[in-house]
């Protein structure tokens, strides 16, 4: 049987093409149920992330509406 309890990656918020360590709206602790401790910061997006994220988000949709159909991948 395989070992679960494995290392787990560095977790960041993506954000376009950013990628943050930190939100503004602390971390969540996740803990390994194998194990029973903590095993990753995962970081919150607050307000200004989101707001961030929905600018890029718009950006990114009114481009690729431009697009035809074929080209949108």
Known sequence: MP???A???T??????DERLSTGSAGFLSHV???SGEQDAS????GAPEID???TKA???YTDWCRRRSSERR
């Open 11 to 16: 977790i960041s918020l993506c954000i376009g």
């Open 42 to 45: 995962v970081p919150l997006a």
């Open 32 to 34: 390994d149920p194998c």
């Open 52 to 54: 961030r994220a929905v």
């Open 58 to 60: 718009r950006a990114a």
């Open 3 to 5: 070992n679960s309890c």
């Open 7 to 9: 290392e787990r990656p």
